[in-house]
Antibody
Framework: QVQLVESGGGLVKPGGSLRLSCAAS????????MNWIRQAPGKGLECVSY????????YYADSVKGRFTISRDNTKNSVFLQMNSLRAEDTAVYYC????????????????WGQGTLVTVSS | SYELTQPPSVSVSPGQTASITCSGN??????ASWYQQKPGQSPVLVIY???KRPSGIPERFSGSNSGNTATLTISGTQAMDEAEYYC???????????FGGGTKLTVL
């Protein structure tokens, strides 16, 4: 069955870096756009970044542009989020989510989500 | 930037119909999706492309989208439906995903 498993979260000081990983199984990764969506404590959902199925197109929220980099390795069924220059406001649970609709040209909807990995930025 | 507005909370009695709205400029021209999130859990897709249900989602969940408002309707609401619900759309002008702020559904 479809499974997404995030890893790499943890406690980091302001200005530090983390690399999140999302291991995908149960489906062919290169058939899907993939997203990182975060949720700050007690807050709503916010799309942070997404990447096209081939990896040729990458998009970022203004709040993370220039600091975060999304990538994927379809041969290893993995998606990554490199996070640099972390700030307190980046503290959140980060979810990896599969986008079912974009490659079909219908705009995104997220039909599978990982369990999330918590990133805490604090001194 | 494009915004989606949801009421912070909705209450419903068991067995009754709950309606959760999501408002945005010309939202009816876009596809709307809905996600259910229970405390401590990941979001789950319950409606996509305005009114389609993924496999495994009960028939009591339905959706509509017209004008400036998308609506998630839960018929015969059960206690297990108590959760936070988020709407989501795609802003093609900015090529960005937009989520509503979420609605806490209370079944009492």
């Amino acid at each position: 069955q479809v499974q997404l498993v995030e890893s790499g979260g943890g406690l980091v000081k302001p200005g530090g870096s983390l690399r999140l990983s999302c291991a995908a199984s149960g489906f062919t990764l290169n058939d899907y756009y993939m997203n990182w969506i975060r949720q700050a404590p007690g807050k709503g959902l916010e799309c942070v970044s997404y990447i096209s199925s081939s990896g040729s197109a990458r998009y970022y929220a203004d709040s993370v542009k220039g600091r975060f980099t999304i990538s994927r390795d379809n041969t290893k069924n993995s998606v990554f989020l490199q996070m640099n220059s972390l700030r307190a406001e980046d503290t959140a649970v980060y979810y990896c989510a599969r986008d079912r609709g974009s490659k079909l040209g219908m705009g995104p909807w997220f039909d599978s989500w990982g369990q999330g990995t918590l990133v805490t930025v604090s001194s | 930037s494009y915004e989606l507005t949801q009421p912070p909370s909705v209450s419903v009695s068991p067995g009754q119909t709950a309606s959760i709205t999501c408002s945005g400029n010309k939202l009816g021209d876009k596809y709307a999706s809905w996600y259910q999130q229970k405390p401590g859990q990941s979001p789950v897709l319950v409606i996509y492309q305005d009114n389609k249900r993924p496999s495994g989602i009960p028939e009591r969940f339905s959706g509509s989208n017209s004008g400036n408002t998308a609506t998630l309707t839960i018929s015969g609401t059960q206690a297990m439906d108590e959760a936070e619900y988020y709407c989501q759309a795609w802003d093609s002008s900015t090529t960005w995903v937009v989520f509503g702020g979420g609605t806490k559904l209370t079944v009492l």
